[in-house]
């Protein structure tokens, strides 16, 4: 599934949460895809590309499939970003250490994007998140998204999340 350089998915871990970054399947790669989703404990999979696979092919293995497209290399609109807090706040209470995956064409721009909010409203300051993720995933979001990072005003709306999951360490995790 690697193109670019990337080495497959990336695991992102802050205060309890749990994604899985990574680039958009192939009908070649879907069965291990499919295959690394479970082994990371995946509940669910964000589409925020246009789909290119049957979202069938994941429901029949019990992960939930969201689509929310958005532009390529551009800003996720407000919509879709209270569409991922309504999730990540929902999946986070019910199953504490669940992973969330997500993708883009390249896992490059939209996804990390949405991460970094993620970050960002667990208490991780814009800076500080995209080195995070960037560390990871060498050369994620690109001028623009890191633009509309940076004026992002979080409103901490996942605090009382990775407080619950065990957030108090502080603790962070990439592999």
Known sequence: ????GISGPSIVEFKGMR???????????MVQFIKQLKNHGATDLIR????????????????????????DGGA??????????DLLI??????PGCCIAIHCVAGLGRAPVLVALALMEAGMKYEDAVKFI?????GAINSKQLNFLEHY????????????????????CMQ
């Open 1 to 4: 599934m690697s193109r670019g």
């Open 19 to 29: 994604f899985l970054i990574t680039d958009r399947p192939t009908p070649a790669t």
């Open 48 to 71: 925020v590309c246009e789909p290119s696979y049957e979202a069938s092919l994941l429901v029949n293995e019990g992960i939930k499939v969201s689509d929310w497209p958005f532009e």
């Open 76 to 85: 996720p609109p407000p919509k879709v970003v209270q569409e991922w807090f």
């Open 90 to 95: 929902g999946r986070f209470a019910e199953n």
């Open 134 to 138: 960037r560390e990871k995933r060498r």
């Open 153 to 172: 005003k979080a409103k901490r709306r996942l605090k009382s999340v990775s407080q619950q999951n065990g957030g108090n360490t502080g603790g962070c």
